[in-house]
C-alpha cells in the first residue's frame, strides 16, 4: 500500500496564487497517470487536471485552462497543482488521485482513477 498525501491548501485572496503539492511515491515510480479533483460543499467531484508519465500531455478541465498548470517531479515523487488568480468558486477540497490505466479521453474522469489522497482544502476570498 503506498499512500498519497496532498499538502499546501490554506486560504488565498481572490487573484492570488497557491501551489498544491501530493506525494505519491510508488506510484510516480511505477509511472502511474496522476490527476487532481476538487468537491466544494453541496457539488459533486469534478476533475481539475490531469498529467502522464514524464509529464508531458497535461489535460486541464475547462475551467482550469489559463490559470491553473499541473506537472509532476518523478525524481521528488511529487505532482503539483499551481492555481493563479484564483476565484472564489475555486474554494474547494482538493484531492490527488492516482488512475488505472493512462487513456487520454478517459483521464478527467473520476471512475478512471483507484487511489485518492485525504485532501487538502483550498478557501479563497
Known amino acids: 500500500h503506498v499512500q498519497l498525501v496532498e499538502s499546501g491548501g490554506g486560504s488565498v485572496q481572490s487573484g492570488g496564487s497557491l501551489t498544491l503539492s501530493c506525494v505519491a511515491p510508488?506510484?510516480?515510480?511505477?509511472?502511474?497517470?496522476i490527476g487532481w479533483f476538487r468537491r466544494a460543499p453541496g457539488k459533486e467531484n469534478e476533475a481539475v487536471a490531469s498529467?502522464?508519465?514524464?509529464?508531458?500531455?497535461?489535460n486541464l478541465s475547462d475551467f482550469a485552462k489559463g490559470r491553473f498548470t499541473i506537472s509532476r517531479d518523478d525524481a521528488k515523487n511529487t505532482l503539483y497543482l499551481q492555481i493563479n488568480g484564483a476565484k472564489p468558486e475555486d474554494s474547494a477540497m482538493y484531492y490527488c488521485?492516482?488512475?488505472?490505466?493512462?487513456?487520454?479521453?478517459?483521464?478527467?474522469?473520476?471512475?478512471?482513477?483507484?487511489?485518492w489522497g485525504q485532501g487538502t482544502q483550498v478557501t479563497v476570498s
Open positions: 488521485a492516482v488512475a488505472r490505466s493512462c487513456l487520454p479521453h478517459r483521464l478527467l474522469l473520476a471512475d478512471v482513477y483507484m487511489h
Open positions: 498529467i502522464v508519465p514524464g509529464g508531458r500531455s497535461p
Open positions: 510508488g506510484y510516480t515510480r511505477s509511472s502511474k497517470c
